[in-house]
């Protein structure tokens, strides 16, 4: 079976009466847990996205405090774990901002991880890939958010 494209997608849903359509969402929502998720953030914490953002970085919080630091190994594996997390919750969220807070924050927390990350290549090249990334995105954002944003950067490599 070939999917159809958003712009047949859109067509139809717009023929459908909202009872149908309710019907579809949630039986979309039943088969992946990403669905579900995006239509949580859609319908409950879309309206206050710094609220949204404080949940995620609690999440990120206990996630690197579950990390076990005996080897790099289980280092790099949960660090990557983490950073998918941050990633998808900041697709759901579809602002370069929300993006961009979580990548800092991330970054933040890698630089001040014990074990340091300079130890290990593997976790270096993440933190700088990220660093490069955030650069990347600041760039297309309004010249206050990119002062903004600058700064917190500049912090952030500087530790």
Do not use: W
């Amino acid at each position: 079976m070939k999917a159809a494209t958003v712009v047949q997608l859109k067509k139809e849903l717009e023929t459908l009466d909202p009872e149908h359509l309710k019907t579809l969402c949630l039986r979309l929502a039943r088969f992946k847990l990403e669905n579900k998720e995006l239509l949580t953030y859609l319908l409950f914490e879309s309206e206050d996205e710094a609220y949204y953002i404080e949940g995620i970085k609690e999440q990120a919080d206990l996630l690197f405090q579950e990390i076990n630091t005996k080897s790099y190994f289980y280092i790099k594996k949960s660090v990557r774990k983490i950073l998918r997390m941050l990633k998808k919750h900041a697709r759901y969220s579809n602002q370069k901002e929300t993006e961009i807070e979580l990548l800092l924050y991330y970054c933040y927390k890698l630089k001040t991880f014990k074990p340091s990350i300079n130890n290990n290549v593997t976790l270096t090249n993440i933190y700088l890939r990220q660093i490069e990334s955030i650069e990347k995105k600041i760039i297309k954002l309004h010249e206050d958010l990119q002062y903004d944003f600058n700064t917190q950067l500049k912090e952030i490599t500087d530790l």
